[in-house]
């Protein structure tokens, strides 16, 4: 069985056994499929290759540039890989149970100010066309009041936002679900945007008989819905017309201001955790970190006596 075919079956199986999302399974392709690439230019493959192989393999990717984050994910993709071959009786042992991956780097995450996110709520309010400004003004005050990932936030159902909601369910990572409480901006911009639809749908039904979209934020891209690389590229079109740099704007740059804000207020990180999706609080934590990093700044800058030694 050829190298492709068997990364094939092991994509169908972890689709249909662990439900793994879609863009989880894009990247155990792109990763699998670059080793597979690798191990045939050594004149080798996926099922004659052993643990010093796969461990040349990782210190490869290192000596090409690629990042401690790339070369953790590839590992990981590949020993899911040689575990389900072992458990399918593929090969007989796991070449790269024993192989460490590369610390994580420990990365503080970018956030926004207050008044830079204003600022891009403002702009939301005022690019572009009228319907488009809706839809947008509505993307972003959901995105902000949530702190939803922008893949729960562009494959929301128009269901979810019927009857002026004070919560809205979202379905994460694994397909767990979870509340999220919608602030009045939000709510308001949802039935703005909700009206809009709902006026265009009409529209649609008496001129063709078609029926409206499931999705919150409808397109005509192949998924159906608002894509998330236009997202990022409507969310820098944004920041650029507020004065806030693109650089350091970005969907995912809106969730950890939720989360970093919320924290300044007083939020107890237990809440945020439940808030964000995340499994591990360990991994909330991380904003305990960005925090103290900026009243630290702040303490710097502006106590009459930091300048003196």
Not at 74 to 85: D, G, K, N, P, V
Not at 163 to 177: A, I, Q, S, T, Y
Not at 240 to 263: D, E, I, N, W, Y
Request: with cysteine; charged share 30%; aromatic share 6%.
């Amino acid at each position: 069985m050829k190298d492709a075919r068997r990364i094939a079956i092991f994509l169908d199986a972890q689709a249909a056994e662990l439900d793994a999302a879609r863009n989880t399974l894009l990247a155990y392709a792109r990763d699998l499929r670059a080793y597979s690439e690798w191990l045939s230019g050594k004149g080798l493959d996926l099922m004659t290759a052993c643990q010093s192989d796969v461990e040349a393999y990782i210190i490869s990717l290192d000596a090409d540039g690629l990042s401690r984050a790339t070369r953790a994910r590839r590992l990981s993709a590949i020993r899911q890989f040689y575990r389900f071959a072992f458990e399918e009786r593929w090969r007989a042992d796991n070449p790269a149970v024993r192989i460490k991956g590369p610390a994580k780097e420990k990365r503080l995450p970018t956030t926004l100010t207050e008044e830079e996110v204003d600022r891009l709520l403002a702009s939301a309010r005022e690019f572009g066309r009228e319907s488009d400004r809706v839809r947008n003004t509505c993307l972003m005050e959901l995105l902000y009041a949530t702190g939803m990932r922008v893949s729960e936030l562009v494959t929301l159902p128009i269901s979810s936002a019927r009857g002026d909601p004070r919560m809205l369910l979202v379905k994460g990572k694994g397909g767990k679900e979870r509340m999220v409480p919608l602030s009045a901006p939000a709510r308001k911009a949802l039935a703005d945007w909700l009206a809009v639809l709902d006026e265009t749908a009409e529209v649609e039904r008496t001129k063709s008989g078609a029926q409206p979209s499931p999705f919150l934020f409808p397109s005509r891209s192949k998924a159906g819905h608002l894509t998330r690389h236009r997202f990022y590229m409507l969310i820098k079109e944004l920041a650029a017309a507020s004065g806030v740099s693109p650089s350091k704007v970005t969907p995912h740059t809106l969730r950890h201001a939720f989360a970093t804000h919320l924290l300044a207020r007083g939020a107890d990180l237990r809440a945020i955790q439940t808030l964000l999706g995340h499994a591990d609080v360990a991994t909330t934590e991380i904003y305990t970190h960005v925090l103290e990093d900026r009243l630290k700044e702040l303490v710097l800058d502006h106590h009459p006596m930091a300048g003196d030694d």
